[in-house]
């Protein structure tokens, strides 16, 4: 049986927990040390995953930016880029998002109802698979799997963060708090409710707590938990 891909979710958010606020401008969270460090991270990823509608929200390329970073990994024996990857359920992307247009092979997730209206979308700028009449998180790190992903990042949104996480599927993840309040109720936060693994008692294990410039990077193993 072919192993699932370690999952690692990636996030930077407000003191307040908010990935973004309401404003047609993205909340810029991380500072350019941050920044750095989230582009180390892409270059250790075989693969890099984000939803729909963060692909819409945000419209970002989604890339591995440094030059050097890009050179290891073809030394490496790896392409320059990670594969980047979405999941929908609509099938409502867009051909012309910077998604498709920058870095290399590009995969979309989605469900029975969507897979004609995605490939008519987009033809042959990404290739996609359907799992089924319902998005399934398992099949998806199955084919992720089958296709040579050992190491996945999450980048978002809040709602891909929380399944992973209620499904117990997330290895590790990277929180960055920001010395930011948000406080608008409508704007989009890391994760939402749901019924997490262990319930409200349950501590995950700290791999590591420490300061970039202003923001506080928080690592942890959520399947570790006591």
Known sequence: MTARPYVLLSAAMSVDGYLDDTSSERLLLSNPEDFDRV????????????GATTMRRDNPRLLVNSDERRAQRVADGKPAYPLKVTVTRTGDLAADLKFWHHGGDKLVFTVDSGVEKVRTTLGDLADVVSVGPDLDWGLVLDELGRRGVGRLMVEGGGTIHTQLMAQ????????????????QADAPKFLGAADYPGGSTSR?????????GDVVLMRYAPKERG
């Open 39 to 50: 582009d180390q991270v892409r270059a250790e990823s075989d693969a890099i995953l984000i």
């Open 168 to 183: 117990n599927l997330a290895d590790e993840v990277h929180l960055a708090v920001a010395p930011l309040l948000v406080g």
């Open 204 to 212: 995950m294990r700290l791999l590591e707590a420490r300061a970039i």
